[in-house]
DNA sequence: AATGGGACCTGCGCGC
DNA sequence: TGCGCGCAGGTCCCAT
């Protein structure tokens, strides 16, 4: 599932590969996943304008288009794209002047696409918290001083703090050695600023990698991520810890699959 | 205010 | 071999 590693990946492949580009169609396969505006409005506003500018805002990808909108694309759970795109597996593709296609593909139509001509004023985006890489240790550790509620659903409260999901909140808790239902005020100010820097050194390890490929994700070339060969904790439940041997256990939390050692992580 | 659950979806893996 | 079911998780929405 893309986090902020993964979505950071294909911003940066991105603009390898079509930036400059101007997009002279729009294929729509299945219009579930244009949220606005209406799809023939989404496809004139899109037509004829060139990729201008690639930017991302915590698990959100924005492409600027030189007719000034701009294009949001949220890839939930199994969004992807794709370049050179074959259509295959396409929800919606993007024919673009060098004469191939870029592909939006989303196997279970849970991603946003939408067109619109202010990126900034997306309730989405005034919703966001910073992103880890935005704040001091400091002002993180003031954030969690007055929150009660458990420390792994709010680290990935995207209103709280931005660009962390399921897999790397489990890592990031993982080498803090901190139970993920631990109270967030109940942390010692050595174990903040310790899940501070735990959470930005997994996210930079992780983009080093090119993210997790882990259910759908995969490059812009096609090709996976190469960061789950590094995960301690996500997806091992049963499995011996790597630094204790003790099996990893699975609970969940906030309805979510969430995975640690039991006696690495008090 | 914080928490929990359901909804949105599809394909996979499991048990029988 | 085949069928039904639970599960996966980002975000929103509603209820308590």
Redesign the pocket.
């Known amino acids: ?3 902020l590693p993964e979505v950071e990946t294909i911003k940066r492949e991105l603009e390898k590969v079509v930036l400059g580009k101007k997009i002279t169609g729009v294929t729509i396969h299945n219009q ?1 996943v244009i949220r606005e505006p209406q799809v023939d409005k989404f496809k004139k506003g899109i037509i004829d304008a060139t990729i201008k500018n690639i930017i991302r805002k ?3 990808l924005i492409l600027e288009l030189s007719n000034g909108n701009s294009l949001a694309i ?1 890839l ?3 969004g992807q794209l794709v370049y050179p795109g074959d259509g295959k597996s396409a929800r919606v593709s993007f024919h673009l002047s060098d004469g191939k296609s870029l592909d939006f593909n989303d ?4 991603a946003e696409l939408r067109l619109i001509d202010d990126w900034s004023a997306l ?2 985006i005034q ?1 966001l918290g910073p992103e880890p890489f935005d704040i001091t240790e400091s002002r993180f550790n003031k954030m969690l001083s ?5 420390i792994k ?2 680290i ?1 409260d ?2 709280f703090i ?1 660009g962390i ?3 790397y909140a489990a890592e990031a808790l993982f080498r803090a050695k901190v139970h993920p239902e631990r ?1 967030a005020n109940s942390l010692s100010d050595k174990e903040k600023s310790l899940l501070f820097q735990e959470i930005k050194d997994t996210l930079k390890e992780a983009i080093e990698n090119k993210g997790s490929s882990v ?1 759908q994700y995969v490059q812009v070339s096609g090709k996976p991520g190469g960061y789950v060969k590094f995960h301690k904790v ?2 091992r439940q049963g499995k011996p810890c790597l630094v204790c041997g003790t099996p990893v256990k ?1 609970i ?6 969430t995975f640690y050692c039991p006696k690495c992580q008090q």
Do not use: I, V
């Open positions: 599932m893309p986090e579930k915590a698990k959100l949220h939930k759970m199994t196997q279970r139509l849970f309730k989405f919703g007055n929150k009660k509620t458990k659903p709010l990935m995207q209103t931005s999901g399921n897999l109270p259910d996500y997806d699975r969940a939390l906030g309805g979510r699959g």
